[in-house]
């Protein structure tokens, strides 16, 4: 019988999760009359089976919904944005600080526009970061190893994250597919891309998510983690006000930064909704 009564509940979250897209453990727990430890326990099940991916909170759906781009493709995308952000985060720095640059081609925008004479300490699992700050005497790079990623040229997995843990950092950069104005949760497509960043965020002493202003547009899988006092956000100006408003509420500090002042104006937002996500 009890068997019975979880296949029946499990059966009904998957029929939630297909009709409105992400579910809440709370919501969940309300529609099908049970207490929240159970729903978090049938999530485990249906996320051991393939059928969904676990979130902070709650669940999503196992597939994407929109074609994950390749590196070079987010590369060539939001180009303005991502040197505006870039150039608001580089602004922070200071001579030796320990600085960790996260996955995505945002951090590699943060590494071309480091100043050469700049004496600081980068530690990544991001080889394209690493090739940008190679032959520059006063910036000491530290890679960390692990498995090439399918996707992207970064070195994640269970090593890394245990070399990550050796350090501490000042500053860390982080990068994400998807932020969510509502609750100020940022996503990454892959969970091993997720753990990178959720290792770092525990070694650091102050964080910013750099997300430019179309990631409020697309949906994440693997939760990285939540804006607030020790995460910021630096965003560009495409943002709107009342997202804006909100992820201000989330007690984080949120930066602005002017893409139109750079001549690569993105036409991307203009001439199109977004595909992917791209970090």
């Not at 600080?97 to 990544?124: E, K, N």
Request: hydrophobic fraction near 50%; charged fraction near 25%.
């Amino acid at each position: 019988m009890a068997d019975a009564k979880q296949a029946l509940r499990r059966r009904a979250i998957l029929e939630f999760m297909a009709r409105d897209g992400r579910q809440g453990v709370a919501s969940l727990a309300r529609a099908l009359g049970v207490t929240g430890m159970t729903i978090r326990r049938d999530l485990q099940r249906l996320e051991r089976e393939g059928l969904l991916l676990r979130t902070h909170g709650g669940c999503v759906p196992q597939a994407p919904l929109v074609r994950e781009l390749t590196f070079s493709e987010k590369n060539r995308q939001w180009m303005a944005e991502k040197a505006a952000i870039a150039k608001r985060a580089v602004a922070m720095l200071q001579r030796r600080m320990a600085v960790y640059l996260d996955t995505g081609t945002t951090a590699v925008q943060v590494a071309r526009l480091l100043p050469a004479d700049l004496s600081l300490r980068i530690f990544t699992p991001n080889l394209r970061v690493a090739f940008e700050l190679f032959g520059r005497p006063a910036i000491e790079t530290v890679v960390f190893g692990g498995v090439l990623a399918l996707r992207s040229p970064d070195l994640v997995g269970d090593l890394a994250i245990s070399r990550i843990s050796d350090f501490r950092f000042d500053l860390a950069f982080l990068g994400a597919d998807a932020l969510d104005a509502m609750t100020g949760e940022f996503y990454a497509t892959e969970q091993a891309s997720a753990a990178i960043a959720r290792a770092a965020i525990r070694q650091t002493r102050r964080a910013y998510l750099l997300a430019n202003s179309a990631k409020l547009q697309a949906e994440g899988l693997a939760a990285i983690g939540r804006l607030g006092a020790e995460i910021g956000l630096i965003t560009d100006d495409g943002i709107s006000a009342a997202a804006f408003a909100r992820l201000r509420r989330t007690g984080a500090e949120v930066i602005r930064a002017a893409a139109s002042s750079f001549p690569l104006a993105s036409r991307t937002r203009r001439a199109r909704r977004p595909q992917a996500r791209s970090s």
